[in-house]
């Protein structure tokens, strides 16, 4: 739950402070400064300050999705929602720092810190409340 509400918590800054959240990704990617880019008018900056505000959108649709699995199913201990909370977290986090290795710039940041972090309590997350979840004996007869 805890990653998930951090998740919750970044998309919001990602949507709403884009230009603060990823002013170092656009300067080790180009090279420019990203104010001074949108000061010239630069459409390219602008796009990519829109793609960094649907990565927001897309975080906080599956953070949302996120708390709903861990508060009704995964709390319970259904192992369907321990898998579902699996992929949606490693195709989340792992999608996130994979695009730092892609554009080769994966320095302590804002932003890179908080796929870190994001990538780190989704792992604890996971890992913690396995022997629990699919250490219970069914207890229905096999027929």
Known sequence: ??????????????????EVMFVSDYLGYTGQDLSTALATGSKAAELWLTTKRLWGIELLTISLLMISITARSYSKGEK?????????????WGSLIGYRVAIGYFQPSASSMTFVVGAILFAIGIVLPVKAIFGKKSTQPIQ
């Open 80 to 92: 369907w929602s321990c898998y579902a909370l699996l992929v949606t977290g490693s195709i989340l």
């Open 1 to 18: 739950m805890a990653m998930a509400v951090f998740a919750f918590v970044i998309s919001l800054l990602w949507i709403t402070i884009t």
